[in-house]
């Protein structure tokens, strides 16, 4: 076994960067666009291809042992009456865990179960959040300022998007008249 070397990551609270700034994806519509139900809004916005959220990974092993963690700022906006959100995924490796840190912003994790059963946890500035094994989950900026979170997970858990990608989440987060409500996705395909 290599022998890895103890290390920092610092969190510039500023701007919401990171030192060292490890692997930085960046997902704009145009990676998401059929995520949305309001395929009229996507059009509308395809061509400006707004930045939703922005991922730092920090360089770790990503095997058995090792802790992976990343920031995540998801920006805030909307689609149609969708707020902007993350991909949403399960673990590859079913049966592991996640804990999100909040820095900054106001949102929800959407989280939902082999079984079809979902969850939702309100998350602001202060909040860690636990997600247990068996679930996919997916955060919803549902604030007017970036929404700033860190995840701590397994090394070896990798992430399996496929799955949310061809059949969505149960269930939708939306603005409707000024309110956030939860709603059932008419397009889930369970």
């Not at 989440?169 to 939306?174: G, N, R, S």
Request: hydrophobic share 35%.
């Amino acid at each position: 076994m290599e022998i890895f070397k103890p290390q920092n990551s610092i969190i510039n609270f500023d701007d919401f960067s990171l030192t060292p700034k490890g692997d930085l994806i960046k997902r704009r519509l145009k990676d998401m666009s059929f995520m949305y139900q309001n395929q009229e809004a996507v059009k509308k916005l395809i061509d400006e291809n707004p930045l939703i959220y922005e991922f730092y990974n920090v360089e770790i092993p990503e095997e058995k042992g090792h802790l992976q963690h990343c920031l995540t700022v998801l920006y805030p906006g909307k689609i149609g009456k969708e707020y902007y959100m993350t991909k949403g995924h399960f673990h590859s490796i079913k049966n592991t865990a996640e804990v999100y840190i909040t820095f900054s912003g106001e949102g929800r994790i959407l989280m939902q179960n082999t079984d079809d059963e979902t969850e939702i946890l309100k998350i602001n500035k202060g909040v860690m959040s636990y997600i247990p094994p068996y679930y996919a989950h997916r955060t919803i900026n549902v604030g007017k300022e970036p929404l700033v979170f860190c995840g701590v997970y397994p090394g070896d858990a990798g992430h399996e998007y496929g799955i949310i990608e061809k059949k969505g989440m149960a269930e939708l987060i939306v603005e409707e008249n000024d309110e956030i409500k939860i709603i059932d996705n008419p397009e889930y395909k369970n």
